[in-house]
C-alpha cells in the first residue's frame, strides 16, 4: 500500500525541500521505492536532482491545471528507484485558477487515484511555503502531514496556521490525515533552541518526531551537487539522523497499518 506523506510549512527556510530529497534518499537506501513530486513555483527540490525547471514538457503544474496523467510528469533520476515529478513556476497560477474549480482540493488525490498500479511504497510531496490551493491539495492526498520547524520562535508559531489548515482538511475532505512535527536545523549548544524543542515536546507529545535534524553544512552542499546526502556524504551526521528518520517513519507506517488492520 503506497503510503502519500506531504511535506509543508508556511514558513520558508526550515529545511522542506532538504527533507523531502533526504528523506527520499534514505528510504531508497532502505530499499523502497519512492516518487517525489515537487509543488513548489520555486521548483528547489527539481533543481536539487539535477534538472532544469524549463526543461521539462510536462511538470506537476500539468497535473494540478491540465489533468495531465501523474505518470506522464513522472522523470527518472541519477539514483535507482527515486523517481520524480518536477516543477516549474507556472504552477504559481494554480492559487488564482484552481479555487473556481469545483471540488479543486481533490485534483491531486484524484489524480493519483487514476494512477493504477503505480510502482511506488512512498510518494513525497514538496509543498510551498504557503497555505494555498496547492497545500490544500497535498493535504487532502496525504496520509499524514511532515511538518519541519526550526526550533525558533517565529517558525514554532507558524505551526498555529499550519494546526488550523489540518482541522479543516480533517472536516472537509481528508478525516484520515495524521500530521507529524520534525525539528529542523538544530542547535544543541543554543539555548533558546533547546527550550523551543522542549516546548514543541511539550506541546505535541507524539505528534513531534523524535529523530531531530541538527545543523549540517553538508546538507545544504548535497543539494547543489544534486544528490540525496546520503549519497553526497554518506557518512555526515546529516546522512545519519535522516536514515533514522526514515527508520522511525517506517515504523509508524508499520504501526498505523497494524492499528487500521486491527
Partial sequence: MIKIIAVSNEKGGVAKTTTTISLGGALV????????IDLDAQANLTLALGLEPGESEITSSNIMLD???????????????????????????SEQFLPVRTNYATILQRAIANATDLPYDYLLFDCPPAL????????????LLLIPTQAEYFSAYALRNMMTLVRRIREEDNPKLAYRVLVTMLDNRNRTHRNIHDQL???????????????DTK????????????????????????????????EYVKETENRQAA
Fill in 29 to 36: 537506501d532502505l530499499g523502497y521505492h519512492v516518487l517525489l
Fill in 67 to 93: 489533468n495531465a496523467s501523474l505518470l506522464s510528469a513522472r522523470r527518472k533520476t541519477d539514483i535507482k528507484n527515486l523517481d520524480l515529478i518536477p516543477s516549474n513556476s507556472r504552477i504559481e497560477t
Fill in 132 to 143: 494555498g490551493a496547492i497545500t490544500q491539495n497535498a493535504l487532502t492526498a496525504a496520509d
Fill in 201 to 215: 515536546r511539550s506541546t505535541f507529545g507524539e505528534g513531534v518526531f523524535n529523530t531531530v535534524i541538527e545543523i
Fill in 219 to 250: 546538507l545544504r552542499e548535497s543539494s547543489i551537487a544534486g544528490l540525496p546526502i546520503s549519497r553526497y556524504k554518506p557518512g555526515a551526521r546529516g546522512a545519519t539522523q535522516y536514515h533514522v528518520l526514515a527508520q522511525e517513519l517506517v
